[in-house]
């Protein structure tokens, strides 16, 4: 029996007038949200090593293919891309930069945008729970906690898959919701071709993309809505990913498919829901038992959250199913990294939004939403203090960029390396073969047994392609040592404060292909 006074009467869902009368959330509160998201996502790359170190690796594969793609190169066909070509297409713009400025600086321009785009993700989360009927107050706490999670700001400082989709899906829920309010005969259609797109970045999307269409038929009550909103939705995939698969229909199956669900599993269960919490991103102390006891009280905590989301608002039930659902696929994905959490980042907010309504105003302080709110923002400020994240700098690239500007082709291992060199885009303008995704080529179901059967055709395949150039740079630390003492054989090209540039022998022009037949690629 609910407590009087305690439990908020719960909300059985607005009318379509009390909807749009709920308008937005007040520009105070859509300042403070933005604000704060895009000074914790800085914070991050613009400490440390910061904007003058290696950022990562992913986000240079990503700024390299689209480079590439500018260059007349096509994803699966001329090099390797794990992923659909969402990510490259909406990089075009930045890597059309490399034209008149350094490779670098084209790549910054990116990491600040997908920065700016984390943070607009935070106001979108606390719009869609204002047009979801939640209180101002749940709006703006589900904002915050977007704004202050560290599983979403650990992707968002960076150019990663993930606030890319994050972003298409708020915009496709925002569509959607618009339809529900005010059908039209092209608005379901539409609305489902936004909705569609996160497809197309990453194809983890389609298991909540199934599930949000399910739930507008439900909403719409309307069969021809719902086909509407597929076909929309259909559509819009096929539009961004078909050219590309005409090109080379083998090649993209085999690298965004089979690819994917050939990668080892590394990281137990337990293990990536303690990672949800980021506590062990600064806690590097923690044994096994530990780590399991920070996952299993982030578990109960988020279960908190869920129930009580369930009872404060009707409409937000389904995105509780829906975050519940996109738990499974990253806690049964082949693959883990702490990024990852960001997938999860909408719906999780959303539910803190919901959680936070199901309790009078009074009494919101000690509800599940708010603890759970306030324990992220203390890890986050911990992780941001202490430097955990820190981005690796890179010392010496200025004398190491000055040794390869006369380079016509440098290889690497790492494309951010690349980037951090200026080579990038002047290796592509020569013709130079550039695989972009080094390591995604050890991807598929059938790699990790061959490669622990025969580990050195994968270095000796690997050498072949790096030693082709004119300059080779080591940027990853995977057979590290061995690659380098077996490029060190041509000599020394320029070496500072620890990073070397061998010399290569200058037939770039076969690597590629030797590379592909040693692998049978």
């Known amino acids: 029996m609910q407590q009087p006074g305690v439990l908020a009467r719960r909300d059985t869902g607005p009318s379509t007038a009390a909807t749009v009368r709920a308008g937005n959330p007040s520009r105070l509160a859509t300042a ?78 990116a990491t600040l945008a997908f920065c700016l785009l984390g943070a607009v993700n ?36 960076q150019v990663k898959l993930e606030p890319l989709a ?70 819009s995939v096929t539009v961004v990913c078909l050219p590309f698969f005409l090109a080379d229909p083998s090649g993209m199956w085999q690298e965004v498919v089979t690819g994917q669900l050939g990668r080892r599993r590394k990281v137990p269960v337990l293990d990536r829901l303690a990672q949800l919490s980021t506590v062990p991103e600064f806690a590097k102390h923690l044994d096994a038992g530990q780590v399991q006891l920070v996952a299993l009280l982030f578990l109960v905590l988020g279960a908190a959250v869920f129930a009580f989301a369930w009872l404060g608002s009707r409409r937000a039930r389904f995105v509780v199913v829906l975050t519940l659902a996109q738990l499974v696929v990253v806690l049964a994905a082949p693959s883990w990294f702490e990024y990852y959490s960001d997938y999860l980042a909408v719906g999780l907010a959303v539910c ?54 006369h380079e016509r082709c440098v290889m690497s291992d790492n494309p951010t390396v690349l980037l951090r060199l200026d080579a990038l885009s002047r290796g592509l303008a020569a013709g130079c073969p550039n695989a972009i995704d080094v390591t995604g080529r050890r991807m598929g179901p059938d790699r990790p047994a061959a490669l622990r059967r025969a580990h ?32 060190r054989r041509h000599g020394v090209l320029a070496a500072a404060d620890g990073h070397v540039v061998y010399r290569g022998t200058g037939s770039a022009e076969h690597s590629q292909r030797q590379l592909r037949a040693r692998l049978r690629w």
């Open 456 to 487: 050195r055709t994968w270095v000796d395949a690997l050498t072949t392609y790096l030693d082709s150039g004119d300059a080779a740079v080591l940027g990853r630390n995977h057979d590290k040592r061995l690659l380098a003492a077996r490029l």
């Open 352 to 405: 803190i939004g919901a959680a936070a309504v199901a309790v009078r105003p009074e009494r919101l302080a000690g509800t599940p939403a708010v603890a759970l709110t306030a324990a992220v923002l203390v890890v986050t400020c911990l992780v941001t203090v202490t430097g955990a994240r820190a981005i690796p700098s890179y010392a010496g690239a200025g004398a190491l960029t000055r040794a390869v500007r």
């Open 122 to 157: 935070a106001v979108l989360v606390a719009l869609l729970c204002r047009r979801l009927g939640i209180a101002l107050r749940g709006a703006v706490l589900a904002g915050l906690f977007y704004a202050v999670w560290f599983g979403a700001i650990s992707a968002e400082f």
């Open 166 to 235: 994050n972003f298409l899906l708020l915009l496709g829920l925002l569509a959607l919701l618009r339809d529900q309010r005010s059908p039209g005969r092209w608005s379901a259609l539409l609305a489902g071709a936004v909705i569609g797109l996160p497809m197309a970045v990453k194809i983890w999307w389609v298991v909540p993309v199934v599930l949000i269409l399910g739930w507008h038929g439900l909403c719409r009550r309307s069969p021809r809505a719902v086909v509407h909103a597929a076909l929309g939705a259909a559509a």
């Open 32 to 109: 403070v949200v933005f604000v704060l998201a895009l000074v914790l996502r800085l914070g991050v790359i613009l400490r440390k090593g910061g904007i003058h170190g290696i950022i990562g690796y992913d986000c240079g594969v990503y700024f390299a293919g689209a480079d590439a793609l500018l260059h007349g190169r096509l994803p699966y066909r001329d090099f390797t891309m794990v992923h659909p070509p969402a990510i490259t297409l909406a990089l075009v713009p930045f890597a059309a930069l490399t034209r008149v400025t350094t490779d670098w600086h084209a790549f910054i321009v």
